[in-house]
């Protein structure tokens, strides 16, 4: 099985070996994001009344095409 190794300079490159080790970290709060703030668009709107209620005053396209901008911004970001 091939293997990979990360090699680092410390301390001066500490801060970048633990980003290179938290990526699980970082991809469960990737995807977070979307299940906090997207996801409740579609599903079952936002535990926040005061965000449902302003969603809820906008016209339909209005929130549609804020939402779907919002959601296309999120795809970009992928890793």
Known sequence: MPLARLE???PEEYQEMLD???GSAWRAAYEE???RLLRPWRK???PD???QQILESLPTD???YL???LAQQYRECSP
Do not use: C, I, K, P
């Open 33 to 35: 994001v979307w299940q």
């Open 44 to 46: 079952h709107g936002y």
């Open 20 to 22: 290179a080790t938290a």
């Open 67 to 69: 939402m779907q901008y």
């Open 49 to 51: 009344s005061r965000v």
């Open 8 to 10: 680092f300079n410390l």
């Open 62 to 64: 209005d929130v549609e």
